[in-house]
């Protein structure tokens, strides 16, 4: 598991994956990213922060070099993180993506990124789990609830078990 020392969250960079393809899950993700930046942590929401076709430099940009820039920029800020939060019942692959990228990341450099699921919809994708194996094995902890995930940011790895998965 993560010993990585969160108590002082200033610095601390969180990459918030999550879906975007409702306005509800755009507005969650705005809503838990602005409590985590009150909070005092400093938060990557590609939705917000990341490529998007109708901003500069952007939007002079083809799609194919667009999606070229939105790789490079969400790659960069994966590896920048210092904690991973994946939200979501069922990540997409983008998402699964950007977990493997993080996950791959800590273990080849014996890192102390702090990889986290957000997990709100009690609905099971698998018989016996809610996740599949390959999402929820690299996570070193999955909540179930905002204030679940703002407590584990808040305490230092070793008491961060509390209320997990």
Do not use: W
């Not at 939200?87 to 102390?112: F, H, M, T």
């Not at 905002?146 to 961060?160: D, H, P, V």
């Amino acid at each position: 598991m993560a010993s990585l020392i969160l108590g002082a969250c200033r610095d601390v960079l969180i990459y918030l994956a999550g879906p975007l393809f409702s306005e509800a899950e755009r507005r969650f993700n705005l809503e838990l990213a602005h409590r985590l930046e009150a909070t005092g942590f400093d938060v990557f929401l590609p939705q917000r922060d990341g490529v998007e076709r109708d901003r500069p430099p952007y939007d002079t940009m083809t799609p194919e070099e667009r999606r070229h820039a939105m790789f490079h920029l969400d790659r960069t800020r994966i590896l920048d993180a210092d904690v991973f939060v994946l939200d979501g019942r069922i990540p997409d692959e983008g998402a699964c993506v950007e977990l493997g990228i993080a996950y791959y990341q800590k273990y080849l450099q014996n890192g102390e990124k702090l990889l986290l699921g957000l997990h709100t919809d009690t609905r099971a994708a698998f018989i016996g789990g809610r996740l599949n194996p390959m999402v929820r094995i690299p996570l070193d902890y999955v909540v179930d609830d905002e204030e679940t995930l703002l407590r584990l940011l808040a305490e230092q790895g070793s008491s961060a078990g509390a209320g997990t998965e």
